[in-house]
């Protein structure tokens, strides 16, 4: 089983950019597909984006597309989720999680997830 540790979340103004790493211990992530999702405080559980294995192909919500990137670092056995222009609507917990599948969206075929970075955009 592999662990994932968030880092990088925080408090920010509207406008204004975080850059969230996922860290994967216990076995390499190379061949996993990669995601991330988040909750809001009374919301269920949505996803944000997802990254193939090899990093050549990425989907995201609409609601963050154009704002965030994700990509991978499969030498540091890292994933990242670059957010600009952040918006009161992306406060929440984000969430790293890893899929058995090469590229997946769904929630339901993520196995590994962290414990969540928390994200708060003031406006």
């Known amino acids: 089983q592999v662990q994932l540790v968030e880092s990088g979340g925080g408090l920010v103004q509207a406008g204004n950019s975080l850059r969230l790493s996922c860290a994967a211990s216990g076995r390499t992530v190379s061949s996993a597909g990669m995601g991330w999702f988040r909750q809001a405080p009374g919301k269920e559980r949505e996803f944000v984006a997802a990254?193939?294995?090899?990093?050549?192909?990425?989907y995201y919500a609409d609601s963050v597309k154009g704002r965030f990137t994700i990509a991978r670092d499969n030498a540091k056995n890292t994933v990242y989720l670059q957010m600009n222009s952040l918006k009161p609507e992306d406060t929440g917990v984000y969430y790293c999680?890893?899929?058995?599948?090469?590229?997946?969206?769904?929630?339901?075929?993520?196995?590994?997830w962290g414990q969540g970075t928390q994200v708060t955009v003031s406006s």
């Open positions: 990254i193939s294995t090899s990093g050549s192909t990425t």
């Open positions: 999680a890893a899929s058995a599948r090469a590229m997946t969206m769904s929630a339901r075929w993520f196995g590994s």
